[in-house]
C-alpha cells in the first residue's frame, strides 16, 4: 500500500460508512487491490459480481451490497455503465508489476464511461 494512503480521508470515510475501525478499512483495500492486480488488472472489477468481491476482501457482515456501496460512496470504486464498477485511478494505485502486467496485454487500463450512472 502506498505511503501515507492508511490516513486517506476516503479510507476514513470507508471504516465510518461500515462501521469498521480504520485498520479494518486499511485491510479491506489491501486485499481489494491484490485481487484487482490478480484478476481484473484493467481496473475494470466489476465484471465479477458484487459476491465474488465480498468474498475477495474476507467480508462476512451483511449482505455484499452494503460492502460495495460503501466503496462507491468513499469514491474507491466508480459505477460505470460500461463495467458496471472500475476502480477509481487504478492505473495510479497500480504497482509497477500490475503496469507492466496491463502493457504486455496491448490493453490500456479501464477509464470511466462519459456516462457512469447506474
Request: aromatic share 6%; hydrophobic share 40%.
Amino acid at each position: 500500500m502506498k505511503r501515507g494512503t492508511t490516513r486517506h480521508p476516503k479510507k476514513k470515510l470507508l471504516a465510518k460508512l461500515l462501521g469498521l475501525p480504520l485498520f479494518g478499512a486499511v485491510g479491506i483495500m489491501e486485499m481489494l487491490w491484490h485481487y484487482v492486480a490478480e484478476f481484473t488488472p484493467h481496473g475494470d472489477i466489476g465484471r465479477v459480481s458484487d459476491e465474488d468481491i465480498a468474498e475477495a476482501v474476507c467480508w462476512k457482515r451483511k449482505n455484499p451490497s452494503q460492502l460495495i456501496d460503501a466503496l462507491v460512496q468513499s469514491r474507491w470504486l466508480e459505477t460505470d455503465t460500461t463495467h458496471r464498477l472500475i476502480v477509481h485511478d487504478w492505473e495510479h494505485h497500480a504497482d509497477q508489476a500490475v503496469q507492466r502486467k496491463v502493457a504486455r496485454t496491448g490493453r490500456p487500463f479501464v477509464k470511466p464511461s462519459t456516462n457512469r450512472s447506474l
